[in-house]
């Protein structure tokens, strides 16, 4: 289509390399607690899943005549809070309604204010500088 970034992709009048590369730069550690925010809802359901299979794990015990360890498992683990007084969908909601909410406004804010909202334009500089201009699968945009 065009052999140019579309406009949501280009640098605004007034933004120097400098700013391009900072926001830039916020905007990928944002990507990087994108992936931390993946790994936490990664441990609350596995830490779910592991709870829900302790029940199982008990009643085997129970059934193989090991009561007591089987009583163990239903009073010292399941239901058991992961952290002081906090299951794991708590601490997630901690987690986005602080730091992470935080974060994100934050770079949004940046992007507002230094890049008239324009996101990945650092990328979208780096891809014009990359790729080969009028050669087919290089195309600026679809």
């Known amino acids: ?20 590369a ?18 936490l809802y990664a441990l609350h359901q ?3 899943h592991a709870d829900l299979m302790l029940d199982e794990a008990a009643e085997l015990l ?15 683990l399941i239901g058991r809070n992961v952290i002081e007084g906090r299951w794991t969908f708590q601490i997630v909601e901690e987690f986005d309604d602080g730091y992470y909410a935080a974060f994100r406004g934050l770079e949004r804010d940046a992007r507002n204010e230094l890049l008239a909202g324009r996101r990945h334009v650092f990328e979208s500089e780096m891809k014009e500088k990359r790729r080969t ?7 600026a945009r679809p």
């Open 1 to 20: 289509m065009g052999e140019r970034p579309d406009q949501a992709h280009q640098r605004p009048p007034g933004a120097d390399d400098d700013t391009v």
């Open 22 to 39: 900072a926001v830039g730069k916020l905007s990928e550690a944002l990507e990087t607690i994108e992936q931390a925010r993946g790994h």
């Open 46 to 48: 596995l830490t779910g």
């Open 62 to 76: 129970h059934e193989g005549g090991h009561g007591g360890l089987a009583d163990r498992v239903r009073t010292e």
């Open 133 to 139: 201009h009028g050669r087919r699968h290089h195309e």
